[in-house]
């Protein structure tokens, strides 16, 4: 292992993740009776989340990926969010829900909210992961949300720091330092 490797404390262990995810695919079965629905899953953090939370949805679905990043000068945000990689499937009258690992400050999501919906879909829907109430600046509606989590540096399970530690099993955290 190289020296500037940290090993992350356990915040969430896997057995506490299948449950929540077991619990979020029921609802979503439940809540479209039948239905196909659309997951976007939004790249790189939400894609070990959406493999599981699809995996215990019991309906149709049809997968479609989207990378965002948001862009400023590097002084501040500019607020806004660029699409960098889009759906390529039909949405527009779909049953769609957007997979995100986690929702911060808000800005993400509340851009991809509005970028879907000019796509028409016959019905939008958020799922993620983790959502840090502190950080909101941007108030969104998380249909299906799996933990709500305070405000530490989060790694594993698909989320990384400096694109390390996504491959861990469970979620995380990296104390002040590392
Ligand atoms: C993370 C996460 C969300 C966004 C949340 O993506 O996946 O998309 O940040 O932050 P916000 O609510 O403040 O907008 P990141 O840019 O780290 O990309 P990655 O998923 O590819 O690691």
New binding site residues.
Partial sequence: MSMDYYQPEVLINEDEIAKRVNALGKEITQDYANEEVVLIC?????YVFCADLMRKINLPVRLEFV????YGDGLYSSGR?KVEMDVTGPIENCHVIIV??????????KNLVELIQLKSPKSLKLASLLYKPS?TRHETKIDYLAFEIDDKFVVGYG??YAGRYRELPYIGFLNAGH
């Fill in positions: 939004v790249l790189k953090g939400a990378s965002c990043s948001s969010v995100e690992d986690i929702v911060d400050t808000g800005l993400t999501i950080r989320l990384d």
